[in-house]
């Protein structure tokens, strides 16, 4: 396992909260991850945050953020 990935250890488990390079925000539980930084969430929504308008959630379920996206 890279160094990179050791900090994510305690956050198994735990709800995240995941910025993806394209601005995207998914919140969900860590189940795992890999290496290259890939992050397997479980009950993940993707937040969709827009000025002057309510916050929508959309419902992703399981879901595999790859690791050059985070």
């Not at 390079?21 to 539980?29: F, M, N, P, V």
């Not at 290496?35 to 945050?49: D, G, Y």
């Not at 929508?56 to 996206?69: A, F, H, K, Q, T």
């Amino acid at each position: 396992m890279a160094d990179s990935t050791w900090g994510l250890q305690p956050f198994v488990n735990q709800k995240v909260f995941v910025v993806t390079a394209d601005g995207r925000t998914i919140l969900g539980e860590l189940k795992g991850f890999d290496q290259t930084c890939s992050l397997i969430l479980k009950k993940a929504v993707e937040r969709i945050i827009l000025p002057d308008e309510v916050t929508e959630e959309v419902p992703l379920g399981l879901y595999i953020v790859r690791g050059p996206e985070v």
